[in-house]
């Protein structure tokens, strides 16, 4: 494998204390005992991928879970110590405010990490509740002060919008509050109920009611205009960030770039060859293969040109740069909509167009979505993040 300037590595850390009712990734609560074993094999892994060739000089490495800052601080950077790196790479470690301190991030900074994504979602006792969430106000804003304390060039605060439960002012409060934290990077996710959790179990039997799109439209708007006018520009349809503060490995992500996945249920990706791998989904079967000496894939797919052409433009339009297209009739009639701009070659999604944005980019590949494309963005929910799994 010849070095990619663009090269990320995505390290999965499926441990969590507890499951947030939402939550439809690949973690456990009940694993704790394969923390070190899980830990170990991870680092055999990148070295067998160095060995082999497919792990250059890495630009970016994302730990991901789960929480990874519920596993020991010193086995955790084994695995990055283990990873060639770029001299200027991005590191960035998820944490949950409940299992972050300063100890913990002074050693993550001392081993090379750059930067920390705080889970936060809301600031609301009630709304922390109903999301099975268990910190609370003070313990992000303990969270913020260690980050700092230890010197960390960079953060993102995380927010989610639409929990049953939620006002308006609920969800207001909760701006003023992460946007008093000054973070450099924000990211706003509409809730979703996700197939086999807690949540979806609750809407189906009628306990909650299901997250109203009309109102994560409004409010994906709402948190729009204050991070803008607060100096958080929007790069990604769900991300917004002080110029220079972008995540650099979410940004390889959307610009389909090489990705090598290290630990159970991680997914990478060969540019080149088109071809997406994952990994085995459960920890200790993760742990076996590569006890076992053999791979942790466990299965794979190959997209046509077509259809990587297709995805390149759809990942390319929910981005600031946007989609480099012709200005074809259905792109003039989006423009007239209020959904795109086009300047320079390439459609950007408006404000308003990123609530569409799946539908805009079918209609631009001509997909036969006019039906689902008006004035007004009634019943349609915020697109889904683009996120590793």
Known sequence: MVARADLGVYVHIPFCATRCDYCA???????????DEYLDACVTDVARRCADGRLTDAATVYFGGGTPSLVPADRLMRILDAVPRTHDAEVTV????????ATKLRTYRAAGVTRVSLGVQSTQPHVLAALGRTHDRANVARAVDAIGAAGLSTFNLDVIAGTAGESDADFEATLEDVLGFDPPHVSVYG??????TP??????????????PDVQADRYLRADARLTARGLGWYEVS???????????NQGYWAGADCVAIGAAAHGHDAVAGTRTWNAPLPERYVERIRAGSSPEVGHET?????????????ALRTRDGARVDRTP?????????????TDGAAVLTARGRLLATEVTLRILGDGAETRIGTRYDGLPIPEPARPT
């Open 25 to 35: 990734f690949a973690t456990w609560t009940d694993r704790a005992h394969l923390i």
């Open 94 to 101: 998820e944490c949950n405010p409940d299992s972050i301190d």
């Open 191 to 196: 809730l979703t109920v996700e197939p086999g």
């Open 199 to 212: 949540l979806e179990r609750r809407v189906a039997a009628g306990d909650v009611a299901a997250p109203d």
């Open 239 to 249: 991300n917004w960030a002080r110029a220079g503060h972008e995540c650099r490995h």
């Open 303 to 315: 997209a046509d040109p077509e259809a990587r052409a297709r995805e390149l433009l759809g990942l």
């Open 330 to 342: 259905t792109v003039h009639d989006l423009e007239a909509l209020g959904l795109v701009t086009y």
